[in-house]
């Protein structure tokens, strides 16, 4: 494992812990900033192309990257199902479960565990790795736009098209 890879997983796994604190938590579901899951977008996205750019992995890799945030979705739509959303003092809030704990764990694991399955292919293997940060802020904007999406029906509370919150809640 060289340092970048470290690095990569080390960043992931820190959000990670992020992500799982603010899910726990009962908090009002606002409208987003949107720079947030931009920031941590783009830096998914350069990891992902400084990963590209070094192991030339062509098509096989698109195709394994694409595989990847598949996965990401189908776990954003699950966790968003197991977050409690609610009205208090005429506003949306939400909370998500130990099981939302637990599955953003089983959603990096399977990250990883998809990877290690790739691994067998030598010139993508690492790729999971390079791309945690970004397959994480895939699975939260899935899960965010879902929970929004239901916050909205409990009520006039929500603006139009908003989608969230400011901060790593989901």
């Known amino acids: 494992m060289n340092s970048q890879t470290l690095l990569d997983l ?13 899910n726990l938590r009962a908090q009002p579901v606002r409208q987003v900033n949107q720079r947030l899951f ?5 830096i998914g996205i350069f990891e992902t192309y400084a990963y590209f750019s070094k192991h030339h992995v062509g098509s096989i890799g698109i195709v394994a990257l694409g595989g990847s945030l598949v996965l990401a979705a189908v776990f954003g739509v699950i966790r968003a199902l197991t ?7 005429g506003q949306p809030w939400q909370q998500g479960s130990i099981i939302t704990g637990i599955l953003w764990a089983v959603a990096l694991g399977a990250h ?3 990877d290690a399955l790739l691994n067998t292919h030598k010139d993508i293997s690492g790729l999971g790795d390079a791309t945690v940060l970004l397959y994480l802020v895939v699975s939260l904007v899935i899960q965010r736009v879902i929970v929004t999406a239901r916050a909205a029906k409990l009520g006039p509370a929500m603006p139009a098209g908003s989608f969230g919150r400011s901060d790593l809640s989901a």
Do not use: E, N, S, T
């Open 10 to 22: 080390v960043i992931g796994i820190a959000v990670l812990g992020l992500l799982i604190f603010r």
């Open 38 to 42: 931009l920031i941590l977008g783009v």
């Open 83 to 89: 977050v409690r959303v609610w009205m208090k003092d």
């Open 112 to 114: 990883l565990g998809y």
